[in-house]
């Protein structure tokens, strides 16, 4: 017989991601059950069409009520419900229904999780940015019913730079401060609350050659998701640099990565190491404090980087681009958990942690009584340790360094008492 | 009959005394193909008597062959695809391959080109209508990208040698990408095939076989917006593109339909030549080809996203000496 090598995948946890690809498809991948599930495309929103591209996306990861809004190409950004996919709400910039010219396409935008709670309209807050470097900040109101009557009051505009593109643009996790930079675009920072630039970064001096590299920014990501004044940026000259605005404006640290540009960036959730991904397919983690490389994660991966995302509990990281696979990594053993491939180039991916809840509530409405209550201590037993990750993240984040183990303690039992009332709550909506 | 038992259980590689070892392996050797032909004897004579009585022949045995015991590969197009068709409809070939645009091409050498790279663009020119030849100079490859664009050409071709060799071809597809860089080998120039015909002016018939999976149907589409895509049939001329194990072959050949009399009607013919039948000699329609060159073979390196950046580029697809991890594993 034939040698044929299989590649041995073990499979995810349970979990579900989006991605999202250059046709405007939304596709949605989750594994169910328990370990070493092979992940599944289970839904797919929209049509196919080109000029509906995805150019950007971010979703408001929360328990109840969470909310995707997508930028496309022809301008629109939709605020969708990423548990069914219903519409929400959509917007354009421009009143005519001709497409925007290419540097008003969206390139950054990120999707507040803080929002004004009312009874009647939902709100919520949305940054977007254009390659010209248009910021603005929206505010967009929508009834919970389906009629599409929106209030949409424009908050801010401002512009974030006087020339070149921006190429990325982040918000950190207290957000209250934003990060732009790009093509002849230097790091910049604003704080979203005034709205004022606070910190610019400058380039590095000319090597020992006297050559100077032009600026180019293509990705950037907070550290963590407490400090906003620590972030790492890459650049085009495949450069990986971090940057501490309170300490400096040239960048602490920098360090090369292969040949090809830097294309995404994403942080883990201990502050101290960052995934990167470039232009030619390559995944590697490193250590930010010393610039030191901790491993590579090799899975035959062929097409530039578009996007990675880390799971906000499980050690679970996802990447896709250009090759059309979504690819689940393990974090500590650098490993491929499982590749699946979705016919189209891929431009951005993200998690929704929230996941065995709603399985949890699907069956319920089954109303299969039995296999809810089995199904909910099994949610009940993962909750278990990944409360414990939660407290341990919290702990790393509050105390900066290393949390000490009393505030430990206390967020556990403090997170075990809103994990109780929140079950009860289901409960009631079931 | 000991010695038949011995032979079943002696391994020869562990007989120590040489001649023994090679008298022994000689043996099984012998006993193996006389097996092999039996077998084959068996089978045809099955196949006789299958014929003499009618029935249907016993199915043929497929040999199995690195092709036909490829890795499955999930990246292969199924026709049933829509979001394959729609992504086709929305490429940047798409406006060549439904005719709103006609292709034009420019080729270009290398910067430190020999002859060889000159000689085999002639023929290139000969093979794809509306190519042009510029010569290189000087000119960066960033700028020829950007003049190729501003004089509306669809597509540029990059001839690069090495050692007055050819070594690599760069398709790049104009006005945003991507960007084809293949490796050539085998090349033999017109001038060296025998009785190499020499193609006309008409629009040639184009044949792309076994892109199957989606990289390769783009490498496909990138190869098919390179022709027009009305060919003149009037013409018979065939340019072939026929990828197999990765490796895409590339011929050009004139054809021709010829009613030829079968055999034995001509046999007969000659025979009764004085009497002159009636009877019409029958005829069989063959097709002859005749090839009228170049001949090489191209191997995909890379694949890029957007039009030529080797420094900022971003890359759909590149070889990595990682995938091959088998040799039943194909990309195309």
Known sequence: MPRTTTLDCPGCPPLRALTFDVLGLVKVIEARGKEGEIPKVVERWGEPDFSKSVLAASLVDRKFDPLLAVARKNGLIEVLNPLNGNLHIAISDNTDTSPPPKDEAIVGMHLFSKEELEVESRRCTLLSCTTKGNASMRSIGFSSSLSKDASTDLVKTWKVCGSGDVTCTKVDGSETHALFGGKGVEVNMWNLEQCTKIWTAKAPKKNNLGIFTPTWFTSATFLSKDDHRKFAAGTNSHQVRLYDISAQKRPVISFDFRETPIKSLAEDVDGNTIFVGNASGDLASFDIRNGKLLGCFLGKCSGSIRSIARHPELPVIASCGLDSYVRFWDIKTRQLLSAVFLKQHLTGVVFDSHFVEEDVTQTAVESIQQETEAAQTVSEEEHMPRKRKKSSKEGGEGGKRKGNKTTDKESKKSRRKSHGETERKQKKMV | MGEEKKNKVIVPSTIKNKEKRAEVHA????????????????????????????????????????????????????????????????????????????????????????TI??????????????????????????????YANAKDFTSLMVVHTSRRKLDGLLIIGLPEGPTAHFKISNVVLRKEIKNHGNPTGHQPELVLTNFTTRLGLRVGRLIQSLFPQDPNFRGRRVVTFHNQRDFIFFRHHRYIFESKENKKE???????????????????VIARLQECGPRFTMKLISLQHGTFDSKGGEYEWVHKPEMDTSRRRFFL
């Open chain 2, 266 to 284: 001509a046999d007969s013919k000659k025979k009764s030549k004085g009497t002159k039948g009636e009877k019409v000699p029958q005829q069989k």
């Open chain 2, 117 to 146: 790279g000159p000689a085999f663009i002639s023929e290139l020119l000969s093979v794809i209508p509306n190519a042009h030849y510029y010569k290189r100079g000087t000119n960066d490859l960033k700028k020829i990208v950007e």
């Open chain 2, 27 to 114: 043996n099984l050797k012998h006993q193996k193909k006389l097996e092999k032909r039996k077998r084959a004897k068996a089978r045809d004579a099955a196949e006789k008597q299958a014929l003499e009585l009618g029935e249907e022949l016993p199915p043929r045995k497929i040999p199995r062959t690195i092709e036909n015991t490829r890795e499955v590969d999930e990246t292969v197009c199924k026709p049933d695809d829509e979001e394959l068709f729609a992504g086709n409809d929305a490429d940047e070939f798409s406006s060549i391959i439904k005719r709103d645009i006609l292709p034009k091409i420019l080729i270009t050498t290398c910067r430190f080109n020999s």
